[in-house]
């Protein structure tokens, strides 16, 4: 029907130019181009390049359903409270508060805090990805950052609510530092558009937008954004520590059936490092295994089976060949037998099962969460990372290239133990010392913890033996397990014969 119309009108056009004594080319060709464009959706195309960035997001989540980041939470809110008695600060001259910077590692919560800023300022809430806002047309990202706070203030005055937020995350693509780019001009207009925004916002204009921005990497923000007067707070979300870890685990359990005897605390205990979002997808992982199992309820050995899921990977079908399983299951036990010897009570459980990109693996309980080492306790774990390679030595003769992973992880222990003055250089700077000196101290303190595992290895061949015969046939030893045998001492629960019939005892 349209089409219809606009032929009707082209025609009109047409008769009335040549009735008037006018050349109608010009305008129809005009008029075609502009039919192609709206046939071939070019029209919704530019629309949408030039204003599309941001979604306003219905939301209601709060900061009850934010698990730990207590300090941030103290922080934010206390922020919001001049948005939220806007009168009250007005009267006082406060200026509002014009942005918020979120700071922290990936799956912190960044997102559901900025959320719950809005919920608890009653704000509309308009969501945006840094990456959304560069294009390669010079000009479209500074128009969208533009659409985007003219959008926050239609959305806050349609719903008849005095404050939007915009969340803008991974704000470091959009406000990295200018300059940066050579001979692509378009970051920075972007950035200056987003500067100029926030710098024209008043407390008059009917409708007041705070900007919220979350980044990994606020080493690469342009200073120009964190000046007082844009983003003026900066709070930092950092990984949540046990306490958290915890509250955040009973917040992603709470509509799910569990078991009696699932110990979220000892959860929240081994899972040093996990972010929020490694949280909720370990409770959803421990659900889906009991489904598997066709569990009515979810146990602690679904939650402890879903860690090493959720931080190793999903099992793989790939079987290794029976020696090299011998050699993983030693290899395994040696890193075992040595946590124990070094920290009773340290191992968790060890495997021979393959995920992701481990052979096999050995996980340790946590002690608490730790924010400094001392020397003797670096050395201990460099010690449990080589006594793989050590127990492959003394029980099979030679060493693998299984031991790569640990030898790295070592590496990088030992350089921080010598930029922490704790090698035989003493205190000294890193970056100035000679490559040689550098490989020689590292050297030192590698072979003298390595000599340490084997004189365990070599003490305890025949524990070691045992246990990897064990390990071999169970795929999986419990912690517990393993401490029971230890305590056995030296009565080999799985005899020598037991392993020779898997015909892979190879030494
Ligand atoms: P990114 O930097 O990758 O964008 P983010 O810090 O914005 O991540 P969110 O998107 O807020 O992280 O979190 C992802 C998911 O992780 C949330 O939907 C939630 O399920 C869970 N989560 C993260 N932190 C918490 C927390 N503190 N409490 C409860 N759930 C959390």
Request: hydrophobic share 40%; net charge neutral; charged share 25%.
């Amino acid at each position: 029907m349209k089409r219809e119309i606009l032929l009707g009108v082209a025609a009109g056009v047409f008769f009335f130019a040549s009735i008037s004594g006018l050349n109608p080319l010009p305008a129809l060709l005009f008029g075609f181009l502009l039919y192609l464009l709206y046939e071939t959706g070019g029209l919704r195309i530019i629309r949408r390049q030039l204003g599309g960035s941001g979604q306003e997001v219905k939301n209601q989540v709060t900061f009850q359903q934010i698990g730990g980041q207590a300090a941030a939470k103290k922080e934010l809110l206390e922020a919001l409270e001049f948005m939220k008695d806007g009168n009250k600060a007005a009267a006082l001259g406060i200026r509002p508060l014009k942005g918020i910077l979120l700071a922290g590692p990936p799956g912190t919560g960044k997102t559901l805090l900025a959320k719950a800023a809005a919920t608890y300022t009653d704000a509309v809430f308009l969501a945006a990805a840094g990456s959304e806002f560069i294009e390669m047309y010079a000009g479209v990202g500074a128009q969208r950052v533009r659409s985007l706070f003219q959008r926050a203030r239609e959305a806050g005055r349609r719903e008849g609510r005095s404050n939007a937020v915009i969340f803008i995350d991974e704000i470091d693509v959009l406000g990295s530092k200018r300059g940066q780019y050579q001979g692509h001009m378009e970051y920075d207009q972007t950035l200056n558009q987003l500067l100029t925004e926030m710098d024209g916002m008043k407390s008059t204009d009917g409708v007041r937008v705070l900007v919220v921005g979350a980044t990994n990497r606020e080493d690469m923000l342009d200073p120009a954004l964190l000046r007082p007067g844009r983003f003026d707070r900066l709070v930092r979300v950092e990984l949540p520590d046990q306490e958290g870890r915890l509250q955040i685990l009973k917040l992603h359990t709470a509509n799910k059936p569990l078991a009696p005897d699932v110990d979220l605390k000892q959860i929240a205990r081994e899972t040093f490092g996990f972010s929020g979002a490694h949280l909720e997808s370990l409770a959803n992982e421990a659900a889906i295994l009991a489904l598997r199992e066709n569990a009515a309820q979810i146990g602690q050995r679904h939650f402890l089976e879903a860690i090493d899921k959720v931080s190793l990977g999903e099992k793989l079908d790939r079987r290794p060949q029976k020696e090299e399983l011998w050699r993983v299951a030693v290899h395994e036990v040696g890193h075992a037998v040595v946590s124990e010897a070094f920290r009773p009570g340290s191992v968790a459980s060890l495997t021979i099962t393959s995920r992701g990109q481990a052979l096999g693996y050995m996980r340790q309980v946590p002690e608490d969460d730790y924010y400094l080492y001392t020397e003797s306790y670096l050395r201990g774990q460099l010690r449990i990372l080589l006594a793989g390679m050590a127990a492959e030595e003394v029980l099979l003769g030679n060493r693998s290239t299984g031991a790569q992973g640990d030898l790295e992880q070592a590496i990088s222990t030992v350089k921080k133990m010598v930029a922490a003055g704790m090698s035989s250089l003493g205190i000294v700077s890193v970056a100035d010392l000679p490559a040689g000196e550098l490989q020689g101290a590292i050297r030192d303190i590698l072979n003298e913890e390595k000599a340490e595992a084997r004189r365990i290895m070599t003490e305890k061949k025949e524990l070691v033996l045992s246990l990897a015969r064990e390990l071999l046939e169970k795929e999986r030893l419990a912690g517990e397990e393993l401490r029971a045998r230890l305590q056995d001492g030296h009565e080999p629960a799985y005899p020598a014969e037991a392993a020779d019939q898997t015909g892979v005892l190879a030494s």
